[in-house]
């Protein structure tokens, strides 16, 4: 069993991992969404393609480093090292700035991008313009979080 201190900075070390992926596999699927909507005829079809495989890439690879790196270590939803990292008060400071930074980003997005989004003729211009509200919140999110969590 290990001691706790060393327990709860193992969680520690293993939510910013996960985040850290998550990041890094939404960003392809992003970069994906603008060549969709800003391509035209297809020029970049196989640019988009290799993209869109990179993104579960990253997302496996990720997922299978983090596993490894557990070493063997079970983690239940009830362990007492996770509660106290779930329940810290500095983490939980750092997700509601990392949000506000969010919504502020979002915010001063919105205008520019429906202006580009409206010089296309396409009809998803609404659909992508949804997505890339949402892509953006997240990433910008965790990318926010993650800095404001550094030790």
């Known amino acids: 069993m290990q001691p706790e201190a060393h ?6 070390r ?3 991992r ?3 992926i998550c990041l890094a596999g939404l960003l ?8 969709t909507a800003w391509d035209r005829g297809g020029q970049h079809e196989r640019l988009q393609l ?18 490894i790196s557990r070493r063997g270590v079970s983690i239940t939803h009830d362990d007492p090292a996770l509660q106290a990292v779930a329940k ?19 915010m001063l997005v919105q205008l520019p991008l429906a202006w ?9 211009s609404l659909a992508h313009m949804g997505t ?14 993650l800095f404001f969590d550094r030790d």
């Open 7 to 12: 327990r709860t900075e193992f969680f520690l």
């Open 14 to 16: 293993y939510t910013r």
């Open 18 to 20: 996960l985040a850290s």
């Open 28 to 35: 392809p699927v992003l970069f994906y969404g603008v060549l």
């Open 50 to 67: 290799g993209i869109l495989l990179l993104s579960p890439l990253i997302l496996t690879l990720g997922l299978a480093w983090v596993l």
């Open 88 to 106: 810290d008060e500095f983490r939980r400071l750092n997700a509601m700035r990392a949000v506000r930074v969010a919504f502020l980003l979002v």
């Open 116 to 124: 580009l989004l409206g010089l296309r003729p396409s009809p998803d």
């Open 132 to 145: 890339f509200t949402w892509f953006i919140g997240a990433i910008s999110f965790l990318a926010a979080f």
